[in-house]
């Protein structure tokens, strides 16, 4: 198989089918949104946990007032109120009623509620106007969550509502894909972690920043280590950084100049190299590797090229390794507010700003004089694949993007649904 500047999409093949989960791990539900299932889950319990009075009324004997109506109210004797979470001994016969709140347990003998609203009370007794079927506002027992039945399956993220279903069923601990911890490693003499004192030459480590910001804001640990550019250091670092790490992610010196290192140095390491240079734009000189059976990717150390390779490769990786079945970005559809160009060869990335929203989304291509400015403006992605050299101006297009904020509806007094104006 072909190892160097290979396609696009073979290069996203060969990360996601070599970037395996590394276990499962149980805890506690309240701890678990946003993780995944490794485990099929089966409801411990019924819920309701007895049948329940789905209105505030009387629990009945539906016989009994079979003949109800306004102009022939029936008499029945209250002989007892239960709430919801009561115990209650009492058996219902005939002629008699029950007050239940909502959420209350159904007495024994009773097949129906009455709703208050169809009686009327006097003393001891309340007096029936209307007529309730058997089962009328009665919840029967497991009709939420019935036990046994699977509720949720391996691979399904846990979102706040599926958590209160599981928890209704039962279920207080769960078993999730374990996430990887990250190894982020920036080489390069002139790099500085953040925080470290800025003296002339050096720069500070925005690349791993940038990685490690995203990790957070999906819950994964990550480390970051700088190394000096030479075959000894980088070597050291990749050593160091392995033992407490999952994935490693390096940023610079992946290119082909002499300064060019680690590569070089994972090579003499023993990895087992999957590809290096993809026909991608940026980020062409990214490579993936398996050492001491785990993933390595190698990103160069422009901005925009690393920025590329991460979001476009490394991540979707890394986020299969954590047991999730899709991409980890909002993916749409906008109109091209220009043309834009790629080369025919290979797969070109272009940043865009979403300028309009609503009745349609409108993508304006943007180059900035500012690498990071123009990454930090950056709301969409639209790729020219392989084999197109241009898209023209009004054609609808896939894109991905990057600011979920950009779709969701302003907080105001009374908004409970999406707003129209989402400009």
């Known amino acids: 198989m072909k190892l160097y500047d290979i396609g696009f999409n073979t290069a996203v093949k060969l990360a996601i089918e070599n970037s395996h989960s590394i276990g499962r791990e149980i805890l506690p539900i309240a701890l678990s949104v946003g993780r995944v299932l490794s485990d099929p889950v089966f409801a411990f319990a019924d819920s309701p946990s007895l049948e329940s009075s789905l209105k ?82 009665v919840l029967p027992k497991g009709s939420d969550v ?21 928890v209704a069923g039962g279920i207080f601990e769960v078993a999730v894909f374990i996430r990887p911890r990250i190894g982020l490693l920036a080489t390069g003499s002139e790099i500085l972690l953040p925080g470290e004192l800025l003296t002339p030459g050096k720069l500070y480590a925005s690349n791993m920043a940038f990685q490690q910001a995203w990790f957070c804001s999906m819950g994964f640990e990550s480390r970051m280590m700088v190394s000096k550019d030479s075959v000894e250091s980088i070597a050291d670092a990749i050593r160091q950084i392995s033992v407490s790490s999952d994935v490693i992610i390096t940023s610079g010196g992946a290119w082909k100049s002499d300064r060019d290192l680690v590569v070089k140095v994972l090579n003499s ?19 993936m590797g398996i050492l001491d059976n785990k993933p390595v990717f190698c990103l160069p150390g422009g901005p925009a090229s690393n920025e590329s390779a991460f979001m476009m490769i490394v991540f979707p990786a890394i986020y299969k390794i954590a047991g999730f079945k899709n991409c980890p970005y909002i993916s749409l559809r906008g109109k091209l507010e220009k043309e834009i160009t790629g080369q025919i060869d290979w797969t070109q990335f272009v940043q865009c700003q979403i300028i309009q929203k609503y009745p349609e989304i409108i993508l304006r291509p943007q180059k900035l004089k500012s690498r990071l400015i123009a990454m930090s403006k950056t709301q969409a992605i639209v790729t020219i694949p392989e084999g197109t050299e241009r898209i023209n101006a009004g054609a ?18 009374g908004n409970t649904g999406i707003s129209k104006d989402l400009v």
């Open 56 to 137: 505030d009324g009387y629990a009945v004997i539906s016989s009994d007032i079979n003949h109800a109506s306004l102009k022939n109210s029936i008499p029945l004797e209250v002989i007892g109120e239960v709430a919801a979470g009561d115990h209650i001994d009492q058996h219902l016969h005939h002629g008699a009623a029950i007050r239940v709140l909502s959420g209350a347990p159904l007495p024994a003998g009773a097949d129906a509620v009455l709703a208050d609203e169809f009686t009327r009370k006097d003393g001891k007794f309340i007096f029936a106007s209307a007529t309730a079927e058997p089962g009328r506002n």
């Open 269 to 287: 390491l023993g990895w087992k190299m999957l590809f290096h240079r993809v026909r991608m734009g940026p980020g062409k000189a990214v490579a």
């Open 396 to 413: 609808t297009v896939p894109f991905v993007c990057y600011n979920r904020d950009l779709f969701s509806f302003p907080l105001s007094a």
């Open 146 to 166: 019935t036990r046994g039945v699977m509720l949720a399956d391996t691979g399904q993220t846990l979102t706040p509502q599926l958590i209160g279903l599981l």
